[in-house]
């Protein structure tokens, strides 16, 4: 159980408007290191939908490093990991889209073309609903939802449990005797 779990939130629409990012390394089944960093989005510029979600403002980023600033951090974090996220596409499109517009060469960080997902993962256990908050209710899972560091560390911690998945289940069942809505 050695991987490298990561989130991203964005400022708009747009995949390459990264203004978060949350990265958990493990090692041997334990958090050995985390990252997190405010990302200056290009122009600085915000939807107010997505400010709504995640809180955060132009106002913090105006003086936070670029992606393209804090690229070898995240590199170093990255390169050659077994790569788990919660709804794997999603963060790992934010990536490759945005390393392509910084003209930075995707396959440099040694990835597997399909990452590891929790989503994924609780849905074939038999999870009805898979959205993070949801998973980590369950499974007893710290959550301060959109908060990229918090979100990384509730993926890492899901993949860690999801040998666990099975009994969650069956005592969500029986404390509420009637089939859990999950």
């Known amino acids: 159980m050695t991987f490298t779990a990561i989130d991203f939130e964005l400022a708009t629409a747009a995949y390459t408007s990264v203004c978060a990012v949350g990265i958990v390394k493990v090692e041997n089944g334990q958090v050995v290191d985390q990252f997190h960093s405010l990302v200056r989005p290009p122009e600085n510029k915000y939807m ?93 899972i710290e959550l301060r939802h959109h908060d990229p560091l918090s979100d990384a560390m509730a993926s890492a911690q899901l993949y860690l449990k999801q040998d666990q998945i099975t009994r969650a289940l069956i005592e969500k069942h029986f404390k509420t005797e009637e089939q859990p809505e999950i």
């Open 48 to 140: 107010w939908q997505t400010t709504r979600v995640h809180g955060i403002k132009p106002k913090d980023t105006q003086a936070a490093p670029t992606f393209l600033e804090l690229f070898p951090t995240i590199a170093g974090y990255l390169k050659g990991s077994r790569m788990v996220a919660h709804n794997e596409k999603f963060d790992r499109e934010v990536l490759m889209k945005t390393m392509r517009m910084y003209q930075l060469d995707y396959r440099s960080l040694e990835l597997s073309p399909k990452w590891e997902c929790t989503s994924e993962i609780y849905r074939k256990s038999g999870f009805k609903r898979t959205k993070l908050s949801i998973c980590c209710h369950i499974m007893d």
